[in-house]
């Protein structure tokens, strides 16, 4: 079955930097495109940025542009989420999702299986 594990969480300063991993298994990851998305603390979910399938097509919301890098390598099955400059109000519950198809979409109906989420913490 489809399963999505992101890794690479945890505790930054603000300034700082972290690399989110999300390993997939179940599905040609080849085929389908990838997103990040976000939850903060008492606000619904926010998505960030999406990938194609060849690596190409990359969408990134414009609050988070010239920050956050979403890549993916499909030798690993899996796709990251490189995220330099962080800041107090990137703290969230970070979720890697999978595209119904091959076309990087900002909405969550496009997206028909999530991980666990990551926890992101900035603070000093």
């Known amino acids: 079955q489809v399963r999505l594990v992101e890794s690479g969480g945890g505790l930054a300063q603000p300034g700082g930097s972290l690399r989110l991993s999300c390993q997939a298994t179940?599905?040609?990851?080849?085929?389908?495109?990838m997103s990040w998305a976000r939850k903060a603390p008492g606000k619904g979910l926010e998505w960030l940025t999406g990938?194609?399938?060849?690596?190409?097509?990359?969408i990134t919301k414009d609050s988070v542009k010239g920050r956050f890098t979403i890549s993916r390598d499909n030798a690993k099955n899996t796709v990251y989420l490189q995220m330099n400059n962080l800041k107090t109000e990137d703290t969230a519950i970070y979720y890697c999702?999978?595209?119904?198809?091959?076309?990087?979409?900002?909405?969550?109906?496009?997206?028909?299986?999530w991980g666990q989420g990551t926890q992101v913490t900035v603070s000093s």
């Open positions: 990938i194609r399938a060849d690596g190409t097509g990359i």
């Open positions: 999702a999978k595209g119904r198809a091959n076309a990087v979409v900002a909405d969550q109906s496009d997206y028909d299986y």
């Open positions: 179940g599905f040609p990851f080849n085929s389908f495109a």
